[in-house]
T-cell receptor, first 109, second 112 residues
Framework: GQNIDQPTEMTATEGAIVQINCTYQ??????LFWYQQHAGEAPTFLSY??LDGLEEKGRFSSFLSRSKGYSYLLLKELQMKDSASYLC??????????WGAGTKLIIKP | DGGITQSPKYLFRKEGQNVTLSCEQN?????MYWYRQDPGQGLRLIYY???????QKGDIAEGYSVSREKKESFPLTVTSAQKNPTAFYLC???????????FGPGTRLTVT
């Protein structure tokens, strides 16, 4: 079956750096997405990786290793507003999105 | 202002009643999706539509029905056959440079 694993919850300190990991086993691979979802709201698109390596976008970076079925989202200079759930999703061979359960990130002052 | 609207934000129904959730988009996107999200879980696909007058079942279509008569609209009906309908329902379209999904604000349905 298809599976995406992320830690359920992580805690970090304001101003610090945090890395949220995602491992996947899917039937085919056509890209990996990271979304941010604040409590009670809809997910918003953060990043997309389809080739191995690091994509940087401001304070957020996303890394992909296709051979390892692994990605991470790196958040730098954490701010209180970064408290949210972070969802990893993989586009499979049928171009359907398979979603992880999300990682709830708690930022402490 | 382009976007996706879902209404209402909160919806309460009695068990045994059908209820229709609205989703409208003015992004001119062809593909539209309905997801269900339960606490602590990822998004699960209910139905999707790639084009007007055509739609496909997702992973958890039982107890739900949809229609796609217009490009802009993709309403979801939660029928009384859905055993556990209380959830957060999200509508999405696909677009952008990497075909990312855009989401509406969601409807939180409570059935008692």
């Amino acid at each position: 079956g298809q599976n995406i694993d992320q830690p359920t919850e992580m805690t970090a300190t304001e101003g610090a750096i945090v890395q949220i990991n995602c491992t996947y086993q899917t039937s085919g691979f056509n890209g990996l997405f990271w979304y941010q979802q604040h409590a009670g709201e809809a997910p918003t698109f953060l990043s997309y990786n389809v080739l191995d390596g690091l994509e940087e976008k401001g304070r957020f970076s996303s890394f992909l290793s296709r051979s390892k079925g692994y990605s991470y989202l790196l958040l730098k200079e954490l701010q209180m507003k970064d408290s949210a759930s972070y969802l990893c999703a993989v586009l499979d061979s049928n171009y359907q999105l398979i979603w992880g359960a999300g990682t709830k990130l708690i930022i402490k002052p | 202002d382009g976007g996706i609207t879902q209404s209402p934000k909160y919806l309460f129904r009695k068990e045994g009643q059908n209820v229709t959730l609205s989703c409208e988009q003015n992004l001119n996107h062809d593909a539209m999706y309905w997801y269900r999200q339960d606490p602590g879980q990822g998004l699960r696909l209910i139905y999707y539509s790639q084009i007007v007058n055509d739609f496909q079942k997702g992973d958890i279509a039982e107890g739900y029905s949809v229609s796609r008569e217009k490009k802009e609209s993709f309403p979801l009906t939660v029928t009384s056959a859905q055993k556990n309908p209380t959830a957060f329902y999200l509508c999405a379209t696909t677009g952008g440079d990497v075909h990312e999904q855009y989401f509406g604000p969601g409807t939180r349905l409570t059935v008692t």
